[in-house]
């Protein structure tokens, strides 16, 4: 009898927890996302911001934490989207499509790269990885380059 009251209770608590994380998983969303302004950005990304797109309004500025990290998401009026992390480095710089992201945001030798083998198309997107920067083009064509800009190799096809 204990043993059947035992499991009765384990698979109570179970439907409980189950239902309140369920429940709740609404709320936590809201939680993760804080919308802020400029001026409660890092100074490092109100710096990026100004350099490259001095005369470009926020159209929205996001804190997000996930899990332990906190990364903040500036939408611009002119539809760019760009990702720092909490320090406010830059960590993913995203044009509208057909445009290009501003001369002088990724590294040079990745830039060089791209304007000597690729000349009729620009950056269109740029993110920072663990071995260094995912590049994707107008084109579509993406690649991966190292830390230092050097190329890796292709990561699909236009």
């Known amino acids: 009898m204990k043993k059947n009251y035992l499991k009765l209770l384990l698979v109570s608590l179970f439907l409980v ?10 709320k936590d969303d809201e939680e993760l996302e804080q919308t802020i302004t400029i001026s409660q950005l890092p100074s490092q990304a109100q710096t990026f911001l100004n350099q490259y797109f001095a005369d470009v309004k926020a159209k929205s500025i ?24 909490s320090e406010g480095v830059w960590q993913e710089v995203d044009a509208p499509d057909n445009k290009t992201i501003p001369t002088g945001i990724a590294p040079s030798a990745i830039e060089e790269y791209v304007n000597s083998n690729y000349p009729d198309y620009g950056i269109n997107e740029i993110n920072k990885t663990g071995e260094g920067y995912n590049v994707e083009l107008i084109s579509g064509l ?17």
Do not use: P, W
């Open 17 to 26: 927890g189950g239902l309140s994380l369920t429940s709740c998983s609404d």
């Open 62 to 85: 996001e804190k997000q934490y996930i899990t332990t990290i906190v990364m903040y998401k500036v939408e611009l009026v002119n539809d760019f989207e760009i990702m720092f992390n």
């Open 142 to 158: 993406e690649m991966a380059f190292n830390e230092l800009g050097e190329f890796l190799r292709v990561i699909s096809d236009f």
